[in-house]
């Protein structure tokens, strides 16, 4: 089977993704515009009938001074991983991308390895033996996550692993927290919540909180508060401008695509969440929130709301994006664990990013560069 991959129009890019259930919010064309230090191409997947079969966000940084670029899939390219013959899908790919002056590609396949329930979740928490959870057994394994693996390393990618940080290393989050929707009832979600958070909800109602949705011009409000979670929290804050820039863009393609929620209480926002929608899949990207008045729980307020919203949108996933790897009660990381699979969700490991080199020289001479950051 020959397949030929080409740069797409951003219509028929977006058209190709409007017909699956399920695709990254990096793998749209206007995640391009959010990125302004890469430069963005929109491939398409082509059988030789003409039909498109697949496609793809790629990314390109230029290497400095040089017409020589690193080359980056995030959370894609939108393909079927499982067909047979996966390197005709490949290799095209990676035959434009030199063509284009890549000297190495990046990609992380949207595949699931392994499912650890939010009750494997807590029991390893509170297992002093358990360090990380990739060596905790998994309440499902996915065969399909675990051939393309092998698969991939015998084409010659090499698999990223995570950083100390676990789902939080550089790149995208191999290890994610996600709360599954389809065929459940929004009686069924809130079931799913533990008590801490059912009755952080019930307080939030109690004391007044109002969650709303908010626009562009309520982007300063929440800038403030994540300025002030990031320095609680201990991570280097995105400037205004991204967020502007993020919402401009992904609103653009779509209306829905990004939305802005905030928790008010007597006459404050104490505080506010993102929330990204493509297709059947929503997530919870970027959270907020001051130390003031944490007793009437805005946060927990706003995720419900969110939660609520998307289950309405007819969401099959509400995912809570990345989580830490570890387990251990020293990493202020784990609290936000706590966090996200107190709402019911499922620790989900994903097969990775992965990398080629098409220039081993260039190649290397990154990895060491990025290495000494």
């Known amino acids: ?20 259930p399920s695709v990254s919010h990096m793998q749209v064309p206007s995640w391009g515009d959010v990125k302004p230090d890469w430069q963005a191409e929109s491939l398409g997947w082509f059988e030789a009938d003409g039909r498109m079969v697949g ?44 063509n284009r002056g890549a000297f190495s590609v990046k990609m992380g396949p949207p595949v ?12 390893a928490i509170a297992d002093p033996d358990a360090h990380r959870l990739r060596d905790v057994p998994a309440t499902s394994d996915e065969p399909d996550g675990v051939e393309l693996a092998d698969r991939l390393h ?12 676990g789902g939080f290393a550089a790149g995208q989050p191999r290890y994610v927290c996600q709360i599954p929707f389809a065929g459940r009832s929004l009686e069924d979600i809130h079931g799913g919540l533990n008590q ?25 409000v929440f800038y403030e508060l994540y300025a002030e979670t990031a320095e609680r929290d201990r991570f280097l804050p995105r400037p205004p401008a991204y967020f502007r820039r993020m919402w401009d863009a992904l609103t653009a393609e779509h209306p829905d695509r990004m939305r802005l929620y905030l928790a008010h209480h007597d006459g404050e926002v104490l505080a506010a969440a993102t929330m990204l929608v493509v297709g059947s899949h929503v997530w919870y990207s970027y959270g907020a929130s001051t130390s003031r008045r944490r007793e009437v729980q805005p946060s927990n307020a706003v995720q419900w709301r969110m ?38 969700g499922e620790a989900v490991e994903y097969v990775g990013e992965w990398d080629f080199p098409l220039n081993r020289v260039l190649h290397k001479a990154l990895n060491l560069y990025m290495a000494r950051r």
């Open 112 to 123: 699931v390895t392994r499912r650890w329930s939010p009750e494997a979740v807590k029991a």
């Open 55 to 98: 496609a793809g966000l790629v990314l390109l940084r230029p290497l400095p001074r040089t017409k020589r670029y690193l080359a980056y899939l995030p959370e894609g390219p939108v393909i079927d991983w499982h067909a047979p013959g996966l390197e005709h899908r490949l290799e095209p790919m990676l035959a434009h991308l030199r």
């Open 154 to 165: 015998r084409m010659g990618w090499r698999r990223t692993e995570p950083g100390r940080e």
């Open 307 to 344: 939660m609520c919203d998307a289950h309405e949108l007819g969401a099959h996933v509400y995912d809570f994006r990345g989580i830490t790897d570890t387990l251990e009660e020293s990493d202020h990381l784990l609290g936000l664990l706590r966090f996200k699979v107190g709402a019911g």
């Open 196 to 220: 801490q958070w059912r009755r952080n909800v019930k307080k939030a109602e109690k004391a007044g909180v109002k969650v709303v949705r908010g626009g562009a011009e309520d982007l300063p």
């Open 1 to 20: 089977m020959s397949l030929t991959v080409r740069p797409v129009s951003r219509a028929e890019h977006l058209s190709f993704v409007a017909e699956r």
